[in-house]
């Protein structure tokens, strides 16, 4: 069971009407994903409106793989949603395929010859497309329209038996060439494809249409409302038809939504294939991709992402979404639950010159002030210790608050420190800089003899654990249009920094999320962290410009 769901939509209005008239018994839902790629936040959306929409009327949800196109589909991506569905918390009624099915479709297509509904077409796609009209003026009629039953019994089962090469042939409806909606001009219901198909082998050369087989799959699961996105809206009729055709007792009811649009982000899998095929990125699962496997991996969480497609409402109208709204509900998410600590991503040491050489002292600090029953941790401070390189100038301007040369700052949950001198290597590169520090400011101590405007986080040099920290920016600099949107790939969208963290990290697991002062929120990386690598990926930065309306 999901949490209840108090948001409100059309759809969800729809089905309260339906149920309160008796039109239906039980909710039936499908999520359908076609396996020819990794699932992307687009579908997020759908997967959290069918799912809890269903369990809200104690209805249920199959998982439904529309497996009709061999040329494009594997195993590798119904396997990968099958974890995605999972890790987003969710438990399909049943896990199905439109190949399942495939001889109840054939059966249905020759049930339509018989009743002179369909027939085998002889002309080329390029011959078709010319007789099918403009939206402006009607389509013209096949030669092939005027077929017997017989002959067109027997045609199709020749395709059906290999006896035709790939789109020699293909099975259309009759249905009306004059239609103003171009979908219902006598629509393709099957095509020639001698290709293996992942699920049944090469038991078919034949393949239907997702316009035939997705209504087919619908009344056959017994599947009450359809959810599908607003470019299916112009194919219900068609839906619709194959329905009122077929020989089955169930009637779905198609529902169209609009799709999710995210700033910078491509919402196409086509593209997001073009990324991974073409080393625009390091796979399908790259934290900077929108799929669910690249979410997961960069450290966002199931919650979050929920949480998002819940508030982003369910509407007929397309609009635009601040990918900063899915950022805010992952900071949500994780503010109470992830542990703070340091870690200094572009070291510069710092030697305190007046601290004891040999000493070493372990200073108390909140696990997460914002959660004080996750208790305290310790951190160890020493002579020296690592800072951020951005945190001293040589030559500061106005307003700058950090180390620079005869200025003191405050070392967090330590002392004030005071630079006295620094050491430059023969680029003029500072390597080194030399403090002293005042012990009567320890933090806690209640010290409050002067103030400094600036506070440092610091990782101690001889306990730090050396880490990767890889930060990321939006992969699509612009809202990507047409086929150029290569061009506003962003080259910038990857940057690997080489630090050290607190030593109490060096038993991290896979996944472990942190928040690194000042830094943002941080994931421990699943594919390339080892025992002997810490490699920390950047969820999300602290603070966005963004405000929930």
């Not at 997001?272 to 979410?295: A, C, F, H």
């Not at 949480?307 to 007929?316: A, D, L, T, Y």
């Not at 920016?473 to 630090?499: P, Q, R, W, Y």
């Amino acid at each position: 069971m999901t949490e209840e769901n108090n948001y409100t939509h059309f759809i969800k209005q729809i089905v309260e009407k339906d149920m309160e008239s008796g039109a239906y018994d039980t909710i039936v839902t499908r999520f359908p994903p076609e396996p020819n790629g990794y699932l992307h936040i687009g579908h997020a959306k759908s997967i959290v409106l069918n799912f809890e929409l269903a369990d809200e009327f104690g209805g249920k949800t199959n998982l439904r793989f529309d497996d009709t196109n061999p040329l494009k589909e594997d195993k590798e991506y119904v396997e990968s949603i099958k974890r995605d569905i999972e890790w987003l918390g969710y438990d399909p009624e049943a896990v199905r395929f439109a190949s399942d099915y495939f001889d109840e479709m054939y059966n249905q297509a020759v049930s339509l010859i018989k009743r002179g509904l369909a027939y085998v077409e002889d002309l080329s796609q390029e011959e078709v497309r010319k007789l099918r009209g403009t939206l402006t003026e009607p389509g013209k009629e096949s030669p092939s329209r005027e077929r017997s039953v017989e002959e067109n019994l027997d045609l199709f089962e020749r395709m059906k038996n290999g006896e035709f090469g790939d789109g020699e042939k293909t099975l259309r409806a009759r249905i009306d060439m004059s239609s103003p909606n171009m979908n219902l001009r006598d629509p393709v219901l099957y095509r020639i494809s001698h290709t293996e198909h992942h699920n049944t082998g090469n038991k078919w050369c034949i393949y239907p249409m997702y316009s035939f087989a997705h209504p087919l799959e619908d009344a056959i699961e017994g599947v009450t409302h359809s959810l599908c996105t607003l470019e299916f809206e112009d194919q219900r009729p068609l839906y619709d038809w194959v329905i009122a055709n077929a020989e089955l007792d169930a009637e779905p009811k198609q529902i169209e939504f609009a799709r999710l649009n995210l700033t910078n982000t491509v919402m196409s899998k086509r593209k997001l294939k073009q990324l991974v095929d073409e080393n625009y990125v390091d796979g399908w699962d790259d934290p900077r991709m929108p799929t669910i496997s690249g979410l997961r991996r960069r450290g966002f969480t199931p919650e979050s992402i929920k949480q998002f497609c819940r508030e982003i409402g369910v509407s007929k109208a397309d609009n635009l979404v601040d990918v900063r709204m899915l950022e805010h509900f992952l900071r949500e998410d994780l503010k109470l639950e992830a542990p703070r600590t340091m870690a200094v991503l572009d070291p510069i040491k710092v030697i305190i010159t007046n601290y004891p050489e040999d000493g070493l002292e372990w200073l108390p600090a909140d696990i997460n002030p914002e959660n004080e029953s996750m208790g305290m941790r310790e951190i160890p401070f020493s002579r020296e210790i690592y800072i951020e390189r951005e945190d001293f100038m040589e030559d500061p301007p106005k307003k700058y608050f950090r180390l620079f040369p005869d200025n003191e700052v405050r070392i967090k949950h330590a002392y004030f420190i005071h630079c006295h001198d620094y050491k430059k290597d023969e680029n003029g590169q500072i390597t080194e800089l030399y403090c002293t520090y005042d012990p009567e400011t320890k933090s806690g101590s209640g010290f409050t003899g002067r103030k400094v405007k600036g506070t440092l986080h610091y990782v101690e040099a001889s306990q730090a654990v050396p880490a990767e920290f890889r930060l990321y920016d939006s992969l699509i600099d612009d809202e990507a249009e047409g086929d150029n949107f290569l061009d506003f790939v962003n080259g910038e969208s990857l940057t690997v920094k080489h630090g050290f963290v607190e030593p109490n990290m060096k038993d991290v697991k896979a996944n472990d999320k942190f928040q690194f002062f000042r830094h943002g929120y941080f994931s421990v990386d699943p594919e390339e962290a080892t025992d002997e690598k810490l490699v920390f990926n950047r969820i999300v930065e602290l603070k966005s410009s963004f405000k929930l309306k």
